[in-house]
């Protein structure tokens, strides 16, 4: 008898299904470790008109007292390219977004509309760059694209509704539990990491929970409106729910709000994540996402151009040269105790100063810093590492 294991399953959708869930948890307890670290976030509601609904005290925008409201439509893919307003379209949180405008405009609320996309924008598209910061209503494209998209025919309804839009690109779903738990570890130095993990881990539970609507003791101490109804009531996570793990945590004075919020929100690459690992300074983790950034785009034109070569043996080459280079650099810098700056500046010098020797062709016009951008590519494609200061210790 056939073990069922063996028989194709006629829809798989279902641990798809679980996965993105979890992933929208993992994107919820980000808000929750900025309420932890003392932020602006008052509350977090989950599965309530958006996927997340996140409250903050003291904006600008706001009268004093009054809460900012930012609607978050969570979208995940198992793509890895970059996002563009296409891209965006076709996942339709825009739609979402849009009845939630509906829903709440005139309600005195002061609010934002996020679709929160997994993943990378494409810096080469500037419709979705000018989406991500309010500004899809100065682009008439983009105007037209949404329009048709969401089939409104009101020219101000639209305008209003694009002013409040931002998409904001979120850590991808293989890193973002490392990603926070490492924020957590910030929030409380010194606790083993065994201890950082289960609080991490306790704090999932009680947001998952949040996303079914099911009880939680103490749900009602720090509720910002009277008499909430019970299917709220049970979706919302505040500082009194999580006030016993606060006090697990000594949060030191050298972390910076601004600087946790910056951590939290940004898309980590397997780059920036190596380069963590090697204990690289902000300095070389910016200089190398600068570099890579002015790679793609140099290789980019030259493609867009018709200059760039059809055989892709000729780019694997560079590749295994500056694959070999990198790893014997490495070697080098085992033991050193910031291995990832170490490996940095002597890759950059030695690409500078033998340009000829590994950019053959060229592709990238013997430039050290073009190929040192190609390198970090390499790097984000996990076919080297930056060294790993645990190896050093």
Known sequence: ?????????????????????????????????????????????????????????????????????????????????????ADVIAKKPLKSLWRTHTAVRGTGQVYQLTAGVEGHLDPADALVIALSRGQGGDHESCRKRVASHLKVIDDDHLSEFLG???????????????????????????????????????????TREAMQGRPVARWTELLAIDDPPAAVLNKRVSAAVIADVRQRLTRPEHVLLQDLSQQLNRSETSLVRKLRQGAASKDVIEDAQMMRANADHHRLREAALGTWPDDPAVEADLDQRLLFLARRVGRTHAEHARPADAIFDDLQVELQNNAGAYDRQPLYAQDGVLLMGRACAVSDECRFNWGDVRDAS
Do not use: N
Request: hydrophobic share 40%.
């Open 1 to 85: 008898m056939a073990d069922p294991i063996e028989t194709e399953a006629p829809d798989d959708s279902g641990s798809v299904t679980l996965r993105r869930y979890e992933y929208q948890v993992h994107i919820a307890v980000q808000a929750v470790l900025e309420m932890l670290a003392g932020g602006t976030v008052e509350h977090i509601t989950c599965e309530h008109i958006e996927d997340i609904v996140v409250a903050r005290k003291g904006d600008s925008r706001c009268a004093d007292g009054e809460l900012f409201w930012d609607y978050q439509q969570i979208k995940t893919r198992d793509a890895v390219e970059p996002w563009t307003l």
């Open 164 to 206: 409040l839009v931002r998409v904001r690109s979120l850590v991808r779903r293989e890193s973002v539990e490392a990603h926070s738990t490492r924020v957590l570890a910030d929030l409380g130095p010194g606790l083993p990491m065994a201890t950082i993990d289960a609080l991490y881990t306790e704090l999932l539970r009680r």
